[in-house]
């Protein structure tokens, strides 16, 4: 079962007249434990088909696919809400733009756990969980 499920995922700016294709028809999975590397040149899509997977797409922009899961949950229907919940705790995305990615001062063990204590509810609760748990060991530090 994939973690993530990925299928004919577009994305288009623009009116209906003139639109532009950022992203066209691309399909991927990725199982628990995975990793998956997305390369390619400059505009050639990354950003925007990970910011699409987010629902962080504003108009003008179009998001379409047959299906965009994230643990057998629609994320093409997800209320806002519930998007809210699952974007920072259980996905996120470390941004390219030197102003919002990670600070150089810090480890990024200690960044993401901070992100994780955030989503967690502190401590107590988070340090509960397993992937918190990795990170305090050392795993990801």
């Given at each position: ?29 990725v199982a628990q434990g995975e990793v998956l590397g997305i390369v390619g040149e400059s505009g050639s899509g990354k950003s925007v088909s990970s ?91």
């Amino acid at each position: 079962m994939a973690l993530l499920d990925v299928k004919e995922l577009s994305v288009h700016f623009g009116d209906k007249k003139t639109p532009f294709k950022a992203v066209d028809r691309i399909s991927y999975q990725v199982a628990q434990g995975e990793v998956l590397g997305i390369v390619g040149e400059s505009g050639s899509g990354k950003s925007v088909s990970s910011l699409a997977i987010m629902g962080l797409i504003d108009h003008p922009g179009r998001v379409s696919a047959e299906s965009l899961q994230f643990e057998n949950t629609d994320l093409l229907t997800l209320e806002s809400k519930a998007k809210r919940q699952l974007i920072g705790a259980d996905v996120a995305m470390i941004f390219q733009d030197p102003m919002t990615s990670l600070n150089p001062a810090y480890t990024v063990g200690f960044q993401i756990m901070e992100a994780l204590k955030t989503h967690e509810g502190g401590t107590k609760k988070g340090e509960k969980r397993p992937h918190f748990r990795a990170f305090k060991i050392g795993r990801y530090s």
